[in-house]
T-cell receptor, first 114, second 115 residues
């Protein structure tokens, strides 16, 4: 089954404790992206990747890191989480990002930073 | 910079009635426009897109959207709403110009369909 998987689905942590949210897709998509969803703000893009070893900042990259060492994986790293990073996070992938391909979304990761 | 506006936080419709969820956009070049739906505790699902061609785009679950360049709008429509259509709907836009591939989402509109 074609899908985007994220782990963990739920995470409660404390300020400053490094964490990684994994994202994996099995559709051989070149383009992958991370978003955060907050009430009243919709989805905002954190980082995206056009292909392996190619990443770029979205609209709200501060406090986050990403890497794209393999085509299928695009982990989101929070080196020192803070309470304002409490949010619902989505990973997404698509074929050629420049050609208007629709994005496939993972199920989401609900992160709470205390 | 590209942007999307969804002016209604919530739309209430009776089952069987037509529904419209509004979206307006702003881009510097030609737009690529999308609608996504989010059901409770789920990720977003693609509904339909406009890239070029016919201004009326048909998508999944009986939804359609009309691209209006002069009004910079891309409203989502369905002739007859179902209770199961109740969900959160997001409009999104991508500018075809430029080298970066960034999709900008609206703030979402909650659709509530009642019996």
């Amino acid at each position: 089954e074609a899908q985007v998987t994220q782990n963990p689905r739920y995470l409660i942590t404390v300020t400053g404790k490094k964490l990684t949210v994994t994202c994996s897709q099995n559709m051989n998509h070149e383009y992958m992206s991370w978003y955060r969803q907050d009430p009243g703000l919709g989805l905002r893009q954190i980082y995206y990747s056009m292909n392996v070893e190619v990443t770029d900042k979205g609209d709200v990259p501060e406090g986050y890191k990403v890497s794209r060492k393999e085509k299928r994986n695009f982990p989101l790293i929070l080196e020192s989480p803070s309470p304002n990073q409490t949010s619902l996070y989505f990973c997404a992938s698509s074929t050629n990002g420049l050609a208007g391909g629709e994005q496939f979304f993972g199920p989401g990761t609900r992160l709470t930073v205390l | 910079a590209q942007s999307v506006a969804q002016p209604e936080d919530q739309v209430n419709v009776a089952e069987g009635n037509p529904l419209t969820v509004k979206c307006t956009y702003s881009v510097s070049g030609n737009p690529y426009l999308f609608w996504y739906v989010q059901y409770p505790n789920r990720g977003l699902q693609f509904l339909l897109k406009y890239i070029t061609g016919d201004n009326l785009v048909k998508g999944s679950y009986g939804f359609e959207a009309e691209f209006n360049k002069s009004q910079t709008s891309f409203h989502l429509k369905k002739p007859s709403a179902l209770v199961s259509d109740s969900a959160l709907y997001f409009c999104a836009v991508r500018d075809e110009t430029g080298t970066a591939s960034k999709l900008t989402f609206g703030t979402g509109t909650r659709l509530q369909v009642t019996l």
